[in-house]
Structures are given as structure tokens and as C-alpha cells.
């Protein structure tokens, strides 16, 4: 028999293995407060302090900088917004004190090679706006300062050395997509004119379109967000110029892309499952629940149903196309088929034996290709259900926060 005492033996290697390659991973960072930016207003919705996870770079990759804003939806009104400050969504105090890097944050060589020992930070999303917001509510006790964050962290990283970095990426999924699109010029202009310069939206671009009952359920939505929060003023002004009286849409990706000055890059799924369920079959436009089974699975949509997702599809690539994304030589994009939400924080789909593939070409290389210029690239995926590279269940749960 083995005795107890050896068994804790096991037990202690088995530990001290998993840390040492969960640190050859890169995978746990640890938390940095920004106490210095609540002086500033730079807090999140319930007044605590913005923060980041930061792994420094090493060797080749020590003047290298990739800034990656967290997902994790919006808050629309008081009530959302009060409900989501009790969460890490919208208070530091509630924020996990480690954070696992993988996929684009990746330390690993094999699993990242471009960008594995580059500084790599984590921005937490606690604001709800996607970082555009300027507002307080007293009577609430909300703060709406998503911009201000934006602002402090950046500069609290240029201080810290990315105002030597040779280059530099703002990348983000999901809600924190929408702000490396919303923010990335802004970026541009924070860093130094000698700095290369680069975006990535992993599931941010978000489209302009109607539900299924016929109305314009997301359209709404963000015009709540962007009144609530204040956001117009801080929305890229390249695009808000343009809108007329409404000024709001440009929290919709197809009317700022058009004017963007800053090379960037879209990792999406033309099926993207957050908007088939949100804002092509949201639950307030599906009161009989028609749709239920059909957004869960796409296999269980009737031919009816399919028919109108291919749709969507093409409204998708209709929007990507009047935002120039096809014909720029600045930008580029990687486009399956997959019903998928976030693709580029996990190592499953970023690179490994399991990542889908579109034009023999994982996203990890993809996105490679296209930043140091090896190839000018853009995949585009053929329609849903062709790739039998693509995940087999919707990979929504592996949103990377």
C-alpha cells in the first residue's frame, strides 16, 4: 500500500506541476488596481476602481504591447445597471484576484507563436457601455464612466512602457470587440506616432438589423445604453459627424468602420449565436418561443427558420462589405460559419488541433498573416452547415469573459 505520506508527496508534485505550467501558459494573473483613477472619475458603475491583468513581456516581445478589453454585454437602464454593479461586471471588489490567459493572451510559444512574449494585458470590463460612457446618477449612485477607464488605463500602461512600444494591438470580444473598434483610433493617437498600430474585434461587430417580428429590438437597445451612459460625445466623431440626428448608431461597427484610420482586423461568425439570439431572435420579439429550441441548437431550426438565418448571414456580409472591410488594404477578416461567440481568448479555437478552419488557415495564423503583412487576408467561410471544423455545440459558454 502506499503510504499517506507519500501520497502527499504525489499530491504536493501534482500541485507545484500545474503551477509551473499553468505559468509556462501564462494562465494566472494576477489583479492590478488602479486606485490612483478613481481622483479622476475613472470608476466603475459602483464607484470601486478600474483594474487589469498584466503579463509582461520578455525577450523579442519586451517593447511588444496587446491590450485586450473584456467582454460581457450592457446595461440599458437604472435597473440593469443597478443589477449588474452587484456583479464583477460592474465592481472591482467582485473581480476574481487571478485570471487565466489563453488563446491570443497565451505565454506558451507553441500554442502563440507571434505574440506569446509580448506584454499582454487584460482589460476588466466594469462599466457597461463597452467604454464609452461619461455620466453619474447620483440619485442611484451609478457611475457612468466607461471612457474615463479607457482613458486612466491606457495611460497608467504608457507609463508603465508602452510609450516605447514598437508595436501594439487593441484587441476585445464580444462588448469589449465593440471597444477595440469604437476605441481603436483613439488608441492610435494615445500611442507614439512611431509605434505600429493595429485592432482586433474577436465577435464585435455587431449589425444594424431588424428581428424577426419586423423590429428593431437591438437598434433600441443600444439608443438606451448611449443615452443612459452619455456616450454619444465619446463615440468615434468620424462617424457621429455623418449620422445627422442620429448620432447613436454609431454604436452599430458598419458606420464607423467606413471612416476608420487604424488597420484592424474582424474574427466573427457570420452566425454569430449572441446575435441570432439577441438581436435577429431576441425573446421580446419571439413571445410564442418559436425560436427557443432553434437558437439553442441549429440543427433543431425548421427549414423556415434556416431560411431566415441564411439571411441574416447575408445582411452580415452585406454590412462587412459597405464598411469597406472587402475592398481596404488595411483591413482584414476571418469569417466562419460557425454558430460561435468569441473565438480568439481560448486556446481550442484560437490554435490547436480543434480550431476551425477556413482557407486551410486557423484564426491564430490568420491574424498573424495579416498583422506583420505576411499575406493580406481574408477568409471567408462558406455558408452554415459546411465546415466540419467548426465546434460541434455553440461555443458561447467559452466566451473569455
Not at 464580444?174 to 485592432?199: E, N, Q
Not at 464585435?204 to 451612459?229: C, M, P, R, T, W
Not at 446575435?275 to 410564442?288: T, V
Request: contains cysteine; glycine residues 8%.
Amino acid at each position: 500500500m502506499i503510504s499517506a505520506r507519500f501520497r502527499q508527496g504525489l499530491s504536493l508534485l501534482a500541485c507545484v506541476l500545474t503551477i509551473l505550467s499553468l505559468k509556462a501558459e501564462g494562465a494566472s494573473v494576477g489583479i492590478t488596481y488602479l486606485q490612483d483613477a478613481v481622483a479622476k472619475g475613472a470608476v466603475c458603475l459602483d464607484g470601486s476602481p478600474p483594474a487589469y491583468h498584466f503579463d509582461k513581456g520578455s525577450g523579442t516581445g519586451v517593447n511588444n504591447w496587446i491590450v485586450h478589453i473584456e467582454g460581457g454585454g450592457w446595461c440599458e437602464d437604472v435597473e440593469t445597471c443597478l443589477s449588474r454593479k452587484k456583479t464583477d461586471l460592474g465592481s472591482s471588489k467582485l473581480m476574481v484576484k487571478q485570471f487565466g490567459f489563453s488563446g491570443l493572451l497565451s505565454g506558451q510559444q507553441k500554442s502563440n507563436p507571434d505574440f506569446y512574449n509580448w506584454n499582454r494585458i487584460k482589460v476588466r470590463y466594469c462599466d457597461g457601455s463597452s467604454f464609452t460612457g461619461d455620466a453619474v446618477d447620483p440619485a442611484n449612485n451609478l457611475f457612468f464612466r466607461g471612457h474615463r477607464i479607457f482613458e486612466a488605463i491606457v495611460a497608467d500602461l504608457l507609463a508603465k512602457g508602452m510609450k516605447n512600444a514598437k508595436n501594439a494591438i487593441l484587441s476585445g470580444c464580444s462588448a469589449g470587440g465593440l471597444a477595440a473598434i469604437l476605441k481603436c483610433d483613439r488608441f492610435r493617437d494615445l500611442l507614439p506616432a512611431t509605434t505600429k498600430v493595429k485592432c482586433l474585434s474577436d465577435a464585435g461587430f455587431f449589425i444594424h438589423a431588424k428581428d424577426v417580428s419586423g423590429g428593431q429590438h437591438i437598434e433600441n437597445f443600444y439608443s438606451k445604453v448611449a443615452k443612459l451612459h452619455g456616450s454619444v460625445k465619446n463615440l468615434p466623431a468620424s462617424c457621429t459627424s455623418r449620422m445627422g440626428a442620429r448620432p447613436e448608431l454609431c454604436f452599430f461597427p458598419q458606420y464607423v468602420v467606413q471612416t476608420m484610420k487604424t488597420p484592424i482586423f474582424f474574427v466573427n461568425s457570420a452566425y454569430d449565436s449572441w446575435q441570432i439570439k439577441n438581436i435577429l431572435a431576441p425573446s421580446a420579439a419571439d413571445k410564442s418561443k418559436a425560436w427557443k429550441d432553434c437558437k439553442l441548437d441549429l440543427k433543431k431550426c425548421t427549414p423556415a427558420q434556416l431560411k431566415v438565418i441564411q439571411d441574416f448571414r447575408t445582411t452580415f456580409l452585406l454590412a462587412i462589405n459597405r464598411a469597406g472591410v472587402l475592398t481596404s488594404p488595411t483591413k482584414g477578416m476571418f469569417i466562419d460559419s460557425c454558430y460561435a461567440h468569441c473565438q480568439i481568448g481560448r486556446q481550442i479555437t484560437w490554435s490547436s488541433d480543434s480550431s476551425p478552419v477556413v482557407g486551410n488557415t486557423k484564426i491564430a495564423k490568420a491574424f498573424g498573416d495579416w498583422y506583420y503583412e505576411r499575406s493580406p487576408l481574408r477568409k471567408l467561410d462558406c455558408p452554415y452547415p459546411c465546415n466540419p471544423t467548426c465546434p460541434k455545440v455553440d461555443s458561447e459558454s467559452g466566451l473569455d469573459g
